[in-house]
């Protein structure tokens, strides 16, 4: 059990960053004997390293995200370039595409399982920043 929990620690400890001026706003329909879709729309001023969205309430136990699922997402940017990934049911880096000022990246039946870690998608500027983020997006169960 140690070998798992540090195996998934290293895998998800790659991931650092910082987010400033972040707001979200979701809703969910499912719950209790249903798998939840979720609805999320967000926005942050600026963004730099790599940093995870995660869909719905992160310090409610009942909002923790497992299984597989859909993801539609729209993402842009008003100034930097990022690319953006998740993960699949192996636990493997998922590319979804880039995103930058003049083009925005839309993300269509991508295939994600959040593999204990509650983020949805990740925003990864490198060494650069990105400013005014906004995205919207939605995950079902499958």
Same mark, same amino acid.
């Given at each position: 059990? $140690? ?6 620690? &290293?895998?998800? =400890? ?5 987010? @400033? ?24 001023? @600026?963004? @730099?390293? #790599?940093?995870?969205?995660?869909? =719905? ?37 998922? *590319? &979804?595409? #880039?995103?930058?000022?003049?083009? *925005? ?10 593999? =204990?870690? #509650? ?13 005014? $983020? ?6 079902? *169960?499958?």
């Amino acid at each position: 059990m $140690l070998v798992l929990a540090l195996c998934a620690a &290293l895998l998800f =400890g790659c991931e650092g960053g910082t987010i @400033s001026n972040h707001s979200q706003s979701c809703s969910s329909t499912g719950g209790l004997l249903s798998e939840r879709t979720v609805t999320c729309s967000g926005q942050a001023q @600026s963004l @730099s390293g #790599s940093v995870g969205i995660e869909f =719905g309430d992160p310090d409610e136990e009942e909002e923790e995200l497992s299984g597989t699922y859909r993801l539609d997402a729209e993402i842009s940017v008003e100034s930097g370039e990022a690319r953006v990934y998740s993960y699949d049911a192996d636990g493997e880096r998922l *590319p &979804l595409g #880039s995103v930058s000022a003049n083009a *925005p990246l839309r993300v269509e039946d991508a295939i994600i399982d959040p593999f =204990g870690d #509650s983020s949805v998608f990740f925003v990864d500027a490198g060494e650069g920043k990105v400013g005014n $983020l906004r995205y919207e997006g939605k995950i079902e *169960p499958i």
